[in-house]
């Protein structure tokens, strides 16, 4: 239905878009003792670590291979090396992911080629894991170097399994996209364990990055699902995977094992969560518990008293694609229109959304596209466009530096659609503006008619 | 790439750099570019530290030449504050895609700068260069060169990829950029005897603002700040100042001393944090004024405004100064905040347990005996695990950092209070002395501390207490055991430039009879690079009593 476009600016002004190194290392922080490594200069791994520090606001583990000048023209095999084994012997982890970014991408270090080598040299490493995906800086983006992660993971650590062998009929993998939260996926889990059932959850940041505090200090991510966790998901009995950017990895599982899938686009909305708890009762052969029920039951009655309020609002979103899909879909539903959307890069949804025109570009887009707009919905970043515009501002997606629980925010299943209704149409109603008697006043020269009946007498 | 080896030349040769000036000619020719660990590194680039250098100029389009990872990941996060325009909060990147990097990135760099100035009409643009257009050799230089002629506006290159070392080379790349480009090329209105400029000064949650009334009632004016709240048209009139103050020597010496040499303006360094160090940089800026022109009587008006703030400030205090009474201090910063807020929380009547020297020079830790005597705790760098052990073993009630350490602080449930460059408070000049107090003041009495230190009701320990006991136990083994405590003491890593263990400088003092530091740096390399370990093998020797093999002291040494 929509016209996808590209900006057809030569300069970013305000970019929405992140690079795709920092949405690989995300994903790999949602393993268990794991280290993240930039095959890059510092401030590649700098700029990264803050932004997640100041998002999560929790310690981040991100090493960097230090590319200097000199490195960076020669290759980076030494140091890639060097960064290895410091980190094997200082902070001891399960699995090194390593990630290229735009300046080792662009000198084409054959990571593949090096990872070799490393291995031949150094058997006392053999324990542990090093995965390595490629993800330069200059092409896609967050969501992108995420998806490539957990694809890559799928298909380097999931054991294959024998035909013949014994599924757990417990087990559910559970993939979710960069855009689901650690709160997000304490949601599933529970709805998932209300069945009966057990999810593992590829990469699981409800474990490393949802905000508590940790029964030791340890240099490595905290949390999340270990090796052996992996390795054994060729065993569950199915995969959800959760936003169309999961479909590659969803489909490298199903080859690699022979689990089959389903995908949910989006899990916010009444419909999709009826579909994703009728699949849980299929696959669980329980009935649906009455917690879950009386959640549905509290949506259905949030959506009644809302939709006043959401009614013919026109909403700008700016967002990654699987985000944009996910909230442009759940705003029609309660009656909104979106009215200015932008993302960051391509994907098979973007068509698909209800509105006129999606545009690839940066936020100075959507501020002009906004101009009209009664919400303005992105990243922390558009504070500075909203306060401009003067229309309310729905923060959400990464990075969310200034407000607290970024990580928690919760937007799917019953309940998170219940809340995210209640926090949205609370912030229509906060910015109605109060009549005054000024406020329909006539303009000046019309005068008031109770004058001109007076003059008539 | 030649102009810009030849710029970090140029940075490493500087005479006003104490650090360089140490070095022997070869060394120095080698510079700040130690190798950084892979695997073991952390901090910003260059492009990083001169885009921090630089963003506070707050009117003109600071564009990044690169892919987004560079400015998409990062824009945004300075609290520097502007009293005018906000053009330097809009993030403008070229974003380059592959085909920029096949095919290169100047005809979009050109581009770009074309579709700022037509939008937002800044009066200047400045392009920074980074590691994957240096790579493809874009010249940032022409492109900036034809475009400031084709737009009549300045367009400004600072090249300074990322890979080409660390934040602080970057922040002097940025200064030489605007000391060939932007200083001096324009007029201020008028001039006045009372001109002066601040350098290395970048507006933090407006701290600038907390000292500007001070000098304005003095009728001193900032002719420019470099770069806090400055205004592009301010920093090309910069060099008609009379006299500057070096506020981060670390960052900006660069700027301030070749403003001396080329324009004649003098400089000196100062703090405006602490109230005797506020008071001192105000003496030093009229003195320098006077020096230079000023009436006599400026002195008087300062002395008299001195008395006055000092005595609102104390007063400020006063109130606090019964609370916090033998409350302790862990100060976990860097450079010249090493000293500076050791004197300022000292005035408030708190005692420190320790500070770290991080990124400290040798004149910074003699500051800081000086202010707290001999026995200092400094602390070099650290692991999480031991600055826990640091805040559990000195007692401390709360620590001051900068934001990536928080987190020990949090999660080990201890007050925390963040005195670098994330925080929203300004602590600069007396009120903002005041403020830094009540701020601590606040962070030691929230009755949340008590709560969140209390057990689940279901939980047999806490991981406090566990992390004790694991604590205790390697004590204990070191205690037990001297060889092992022998072998952990060796096994210190004392130079980080040159990978140089304790063991090996201890083995080379002994095997060569070595009596001085530049010895141990001749035999050992230790020391060669950064030269921030000089204190610590200073330390060695001076404590050869206490290690060497036989000696009584040295087992009881290790149990402590």
């Known amino acids: 239905m929509a016209k996808v476009t590209h900006t057809q600016k030569a300069c970013a002004v305000n970019p929405l878009k992140m690079s795709q190194p920092i949405g690989s290392a995300l994903a790999f922080m949602g393993i268990k003792n794991c280290m993240p490594l930039f095959h890059g200069s510092q401030g590649c791994t700098s700029f990264g670590l803050v932004l997640f520090v100041r998002h999560f606001k929790e310690a981040i583990p991100l090493q960097t291979t230090a590319m200097s000048e000199v490195a960076t023209v020669l290759g980076g095999l030494e140091n890639v090396e060097q960064a290895i084994v410091t980190i094997a012997n200082r902070q001891k982890p399960s699995i090194i992911g390593i990630s290229s970014t735009g300046v080792t991408e662009t000198k084409g270090d054959d990571v593949d080629g090096y990872l070799k080598l490393i291995r031949e040299k150094h058997p006392e490493l053999d324990h542990i894991a090093l995965v390595y995906v490629s993800t330069p800086d200059f092409k896609d983006a967050f969501q992108d170097g995420w998806a490539k992660t957990v694809t890559r993971m799928i298909e380097q650590l999931v054991e294959p399994v024998p035909a013949d062998a014994v599924r757990d009929p417990a087990k559910v993998n559970l993939l979710p996209g960069a855009h689901v939260t650690p709160g997000d996926l304490d949601e599933l889990r529970d709805l998932i364990e209300a069945f009966g059932m057990e999810p593992v959850i590829l990469p699981d940041l409800s474990g490393s990055l949802d905000g508590h505090v940790p029964d030791d200090f340890t240099p490595t991510t905290i949390g999340g699902i270990g090796l052996e966790e992996i390795a054994a998901m060729g065993l569950s009995r199915h995969t959800i995977a959760v936003g169309e950017q999961m479909r590659p990895a969803a489909e490298a599982m199903e080859k690699k094992t022979g689990v089959p899938y389903t995908l949910f686009d989006r899990l916010t909305g009444l419909e999709v969560n009826d579909e994703f708890i009728t699949l849980l009762a299929g696959l669980s052969g329980r009935p649906v518990p009455n917690k879950i029920k009386r959640q549905r039951s509290q949506l259905v009655d949030a959506m009644l008293d809302g939709h006043f309020h959401f009614g013919g609002k026109r909403i700008a979103i700016g967002a990654e694609p699987d985000l944009l899909w996910t909230l442009s879909g759940w705003f029609r539903e309660l009656g909104a229109e979106v009215a200015a959307a932008v993302t960051t890069t391509e994907s098979p949804l973007l068509e698909r959304i209800a509105t006129a025109e999606v545009l690839i570009g940066d936020l100075e887009d959507l501020e002009k596209r906004a101009a009209d707009c009664d919400l303005l919905v992105t990243h922390s970043h558009g504070r500075q466009a909203a306060e401009r515009l003067a229309i309310p501002f729905y923060r959400i997606g990464i990075p969310m530096f200034d407000r607290l629980g970024a990580a928690h925010q919760t937007i799917v299943g019953y309940r998170g659609t219940r809340d995210l209704i209640f926090e949205i149409g609370n912030m229509f109603i906060a910015s109605g503006h109060e009549p005054n008697p000024g406020t329909w006043s006539l303009p000046e020269e019309t005068g008031h008619v109770g004058e001109k009946a007076l003059a008539a007498h | ?560």
């Open chain 2, 1 to 560: 790439m030649s102009s810009v080896s030849s710029k970090i030349q140029d940075v490493f040769n500087e005479p006003g750099c104490g650090k360089n000036q140490g070095k022997s000619e070869k060394e120095r020719k080698k510079g700040c570019t130690k190798q950084l660990q892979p695997g073991g590194a952390a901090g910003g680039c260059a492009f990083d530290g001169a885009k921090i250098a630089l963003q506070p100029i707050t009117d003109v389009a600071h564009l990044v030449h690169g892919p987004i990872a560079c400015e998409g990941n990062s824009w945004d996060n300075r609290g520097s504050k502007s009293s005018g325009s906000n053009l330097w909060r809009t993030g403008f990147t070229t974003d380059i895609n592959e085909t920029d990097v096949v095919f290169g990135g100047e005809k979009r760099l050109y581009k770009s700068v074309k579709e700022i100035i037509e939008k937002y009409d800044p009066p200047a643009v400045f392009v920074y260069q980074t590691c994957v257009p240096a790579m493809i050799g874009d010249d940032i230089d022409a492109v900036c060169k034809a475009a400031s002629k084709k737009f009549g506006k300045p367009v400004i290159p600072v090249n300074s990829p990322g890979f080409v070392g660390p934040k602080n080379l970057g922040n002097k790349l940025a200064g030489e950029a605007i000391l060939d480009h932007v200083i001096g090329t324009e007029e201020p209105e008028y001039t006045t005897p009372y001109d002066i400029n601040i350098i290395g000064e970048y507006n933090l949650s407006g701290e600038l603002w907390q000292v500007k009334p001070l000098l304005d009632e003095l009728g001193i004016r900032i002719l420019c700040c470099i770069s806090g709240d400055a205004k592009y048209h301010d920093v090309a009139c910069s060099h008609r100042a009379k006299a500057a103050m070096m506020v981060c020597s670390k960052s900006m010496i660069n700027i301030a001393r070749k403003m001396e040499e080329r324009y004649g303006i003098p400089f000196f360094e100062g703090s405006f944090y602490g109230i005797e160090d506020t008071s001192d940089a105000l003496r030093e800026i009229s003195q320098f004024l006077i020096e230079r022109g000023a009436p006599a009587e400026l002195m008087e008006r300062t002395e008299a405004l001195i008395a006055r703030e000092e005595a609102r400030a104390w007063a400020g205090i006063e109130p606090y100064k019964q609370r916090l009474a033998g409350k302790k201090v862990l100060l976990i910063t860097g450079g010249v905040k090493s000293w500076s807020v050791v004197a300022a929380l000292q005035e408030a009547g708190l005692e420190l347990v320790g500070t770290s020297v991080k990124k400290s020079t040798k004149e910074d830790k003699e500051r800081i005996k000086e202010l707290m005597g001999e026995d200092a705790h400094m602390i070099d760098d650290m692991s999480p695990r031991e600055m826990y052990k640091m805040l559990k073993d000195a007692k401390a009630d709360i620590m001051l950092s900068g934001g990536r350490s928080q987190f020990i602080a949090l999660k080990a449930k201890m007050p925390w209070l963040d005195i670098n460059q994330e925080r929203h408070h300004a602590y600069m000049g007396y009120v903002g002395m005041v403020e830094l107090v009540k701020e601590i003041d606040k962070a030691l009495a929230n009755p949340v501390w008590e709560q969140v230190r209390k057990r689940a009701p279901w939980e047999e320990t806490t991981w406090e207490e566990r992390a004790d006991a694991a604590i205790a136990a390697e004590a204990a083994a070191l205690a037990a055991d001297p060889e092992l405590a022998k072998a952990q003491r060796r096994s210190a890593r004392i130079c980080k430039c040159k990978a140089v263990d304790r063991g090996a400088i201890e083995d080379a003092i002994l095997e060569h009879g070595l009596d001085s530091v530049e010895a141990v740096t001749e035999r050992t390399h230790a020391g060669s690079g950064c030269t921030g370990c000089t204190g610590t093998i200073a330390g060695i020797l001076d404590s050869i009593e206490d290690w060497r093999p036989g000696s009584v002291n040295e087992p009881a040494k290790q149990a402590a």
